[in-house]
């Protein structure tokens, strides 16, 4: 039973990592090695199916509405996808744990402040943030990064304030006190090493959300705008189509499950990890 259990570890964990590197492949490759350009069309090649060759080049995804090549687009809105979802995690996690240690450090009123603004963060809808900021400031990469961001921190805040009330109670937290070692340090030094681990297997569940929200607000249109393409706004541009071509919204949908379920294997896996050697 034991060696059963380490083999669907293993498998797990080796279909995550497979997901992801075809994800990253495509990211990576595609726009660099891949000739069709990802903006510009034909329009006398439009609704081409996959494997059509026209004026000598293959098109192995097939062509969109405006004759333009699939595979190029989905390379590069993957691309443009992962980067944002990427980037809007770290603002998640470095913003959620620093206060989060703060918060748990220093108590009190500093605490209370923390801890109020991750509940009024949790009790706003992203949709209505989305369309406020869009509303105001328009719809582009960076604003739709800083929103995934800002909205992402309030759960890695939490774990963060909980890991480090249990920290700093710890006898060496004390012994770093009496030999005059500031707060500062003690922080960064002792008690950000402690919640590193935590952080990051949380970082790999949320991923998958992350994902699912930059997709949603693109299928919406009210991410990156075309003719730019993300994973998000393809469907959304394909999705009038998917009756005479639908490979539009196939392939971008494979490759957004792709993200989720390597993500959430990965995370999976890393969870049963910490408890095995917490056990």
Known sequence: MTS??????NADALLAVLLLAAVLAICVCIPLFWSPDPVRGLLTATFKPPMTTINGQIHPLGTDQLGRDLLARLGLGTAISLGIVLLASAI????GTVLGMIAGYFGGWVDIVVMRAV???LAIPFILLILLIVAVVGPSIGNLIAVLGVTGWAIFARVARARTLEVRELEYIDASRSIGLSDRGIIFRHVLPNIVGP???LLTLDLPRLVILEASVGFLGLGVQPPTPTLGNLIGEGRSFILLANWLVLYPGLVIGALVVGCNLLGDWLVRRADRRNG
């Open 199 to 201: 952080q990051t297997v």
């Open 4 to 9: 059963f259990w380490n083999v669907r570890r």
């Open 119 to 121: 509940d009024i963060q």
């Open 92 to 95: 998640s996690v470095v913003l």
